[in-house]
């Protein structure tokens, strides 16, 4: 199966939440409460895209 998408670099919690400047306790509240920043399950595993970041980050922004 080939496909002409290119598969983003999926981030852990802890990968995300230094590369955008948050705590991953806020991420795991966001992820339970809030639902703000889309992520992924994998298994077990939570892991978020950096584009859903500079999506948030963009969005969150206050001010000219």
Do not use: C, H, W
């Amino acid at each position: 199966m080939q496909s002409n998408q290119t598969l983003e670099q999926l981030l852990t919690p802890a990968q995300f939440a230094e590369k955008f400047n948050v705590s991953e306790r806020f991420l795991q509240n966001d992820r339970v409460t809030k639902r703000r920043i889309p992520y992924i399950k994998v298994g077990r595993f939570v892991r978020y895209r950096a584009s859903d970041g500079a999506e948030f980050v963009t969005a969150n922004r206050i001010g000219g």
